[in-house]
């Protein structure tokens, strides 16, 4: 993707130990040079992986460093890098994991300073399908201008492979409160008259229209967005699902939870996420 992009590359592996942290009984020397050690031996694993996937234009660096919570160190060589765009792997995670919000991927989707790109599979050859989850009515805190930048992302990421984008705005027929943790099943919901779909429809082909899409490729379902964008980006053969996060607090992502959350674990393609904060 780096040398797609004609980017600098910066390989970041983050270390942690409890059992040499000293943090449980007073440091010492010994458990100083511990730390070093498993530091150097990360080193020497991304400089093998640096020197195997460098060449034609592409000089990774590398960074090894003992951090923890590990989210904190990426975060932090993130900044001092001036990225971009941070990659990611990532895997299922269990409810109790969702529901305790504090592994890895979810604390980069909240303090990542850039996108973030969380990557499942093996293996890249550009992106052949990207689908965008848009929100033109901002109806769950998403900031005006902000479709247009997971847009532009959609495209500038299919253009990797000559790719075509979808663009898929969900929405529910109701106004509700859903006092279940992120994940969960959606409660009934109340009819809003205010709401009609034909609105829905309307603001998603503006926005496609400004973005050239054709008709085809503009899918507007009805129901709760943690459940359809999994399936429809499965339906579609979809490699990447462009989003967007915005930041809530504790007690509200407790309420109503996150969409870019709920929706990661029932994907199994990549997932790029944009911040209202974040660049492009």
């Given at each position: ?232 980006a499965a339906e579609l053969g979809i490699q990447l699902v462009v989003m967007g996060a915005v930041s809530r607090s504790r007690l509200k992502r407790l309420l109503i939870g996150s969409t870019a959350e709920a929706v990661l674990d029932g994907l199994r393609c990549d997932v790029l996420i944009l ?6």
């Amino acid at each position: 993707l780096a040398r797609t992009f004609g980017a600098q590359l910066q390989l970041v592996g983050c270390v942690y130990d409890p059992y040499v942290a000293g943090e449980r009984f007073a440091d010492s020397p010994d458990l100083k040079a511990a730390r070093e050690a498993l530091v150097e031996q990360r080193r020497a694993e991304l400089d093998a992986l640096a020197a195997e996937h460098g060449g034609d234009g592409l000089t990774p660096s590398v960074q090894a460093i003992w951090a923890y919570p590990v989210y904190e160190g990426l975060v932090t060589a993130c900044q001092d890098f001036a990225a971009d765009l941070m990659v990611s792997g990532t895997f299922h995670h269990s409810a109790l994991q969702r529901f305790g919000l504090t592994n890895t991927d979810w604390q980069l989707i909240r303090h990542a300073p850039c996108p973030l790109l969380l990557v499942r599979n093996d293996g890249f050859s550009g992106y052949h399908k990207v689908l965008a989850a848009v929100d033109p009515m901002h109806t769950h805190d998403k900031p005006a201008g902000l479709d247009d930048r997971l847009l532009d992302a959609a495209e500038l990421f299919a253009g990797t492979a000559a790719g075509e984008v979808h663009v898929l705005h969900c929405y529910l027929t109701g106004e509700y409160v859903p006092l279940t943790a992120p994940g969960a099943a959606v409660p009934a919901l109340f009819y809003n008259r205010e709401s009609p779909a034909e609105a829905h429809r309307e603001a998603v082909e503006a926005l496609a229209r400004r973005h050239g899409l054709a008709p085809d490729r503009i899918h507007i379902k009805a129901g709760d967005a943690r459940q359809l964008i999994p399936d429809v980006a499965a339906e579609l053969g979809i490699q990447l699902v462009v989003m967007g996060a915005v930041s809530r607090s504790r007690l509200k992502r407790l309420l109503i939870g996150s969409t870019a959350e709920a929706v990661l674990d029932g994907l199994r393609c990549d997932v790029l996420i944009l911040k209202p904060e974040s660049g492009t």
